[in-house]
């Protein structure tokens, strides 16, 4: 789970915009016109043991089904909590990074997306200290935040999520041309 913050975790101050699904696409194009695609890996953090938490991998695995091949995370392989740093090492230097992952926000911010040109903080709003991830990102707000973070991510809508991820991937597929159905 990632949380919003001010910080990028290095140090520096990350802005990340609120959108809505309609704003992906434009987001991943954006990104293209910076780094080829062929440069791009996308890092789908998460696990399907926790509903709100799948995010990630399910969004990796739709990826993989547009023929998106260079991504970290899916159902069969989730990049979760374990192996995150075991996972980031096979990531050459030389590519960018789209990191994924599933947050808690606000009840105005659930089902909406922060845009970032910055890394992520995996796990923080479960106390995790993982390292920051990507050069650029996507929290997902899956669910909201409360006193009990791990039973909002058990109790987040499975539906909502489903939606979300598949929202992401499709925006990257369209903005890399690999549109298809997939359905």
Known sequence: MTTYRDTDGQGGIAVREKVGGER?????????????????VFVCIGTDRSTGDALGPLTGSRLREY?????????????????????LLSVPEDKTVIAIDACLGSEHSVGSYLISSSPLLPA??????????????????????GPRPY?????????????????????AAAAFKRIRDIT
């Not at 260079?70 to 909590?81: F, K, M």
């Not at 920051?132 to 707000?141: E, N, T």
Request: contains cysteine; aromatic residues 4%.
């Open 24 to 40: 992906l696409e434009g987001f991943f194009r954006d990104i293209l016109t910076h780094h080829p695609a062929d440069s791009i």
């Open 67 to 87: 023929g998106i091949s260079s991504v970290i995370g899916t159902l069969p392989e989730p990049c979760d909590a374990d192996n995150l740093k075991q996972k």
């Open 124 to 145: 923080e709003s479960v106390g995790g200290k993982l390292p920051a991830v990507g050069d650029y990102s996507i929290a997902a707000v899956v669910n909201r935040n």
């Open 151 to 171: 039973q909002a991510l058990q109790v987040t809508s499975l539906y909502r999520v489903m939606k979300m991820a598949d929202e992401i991937a499709a925006a």
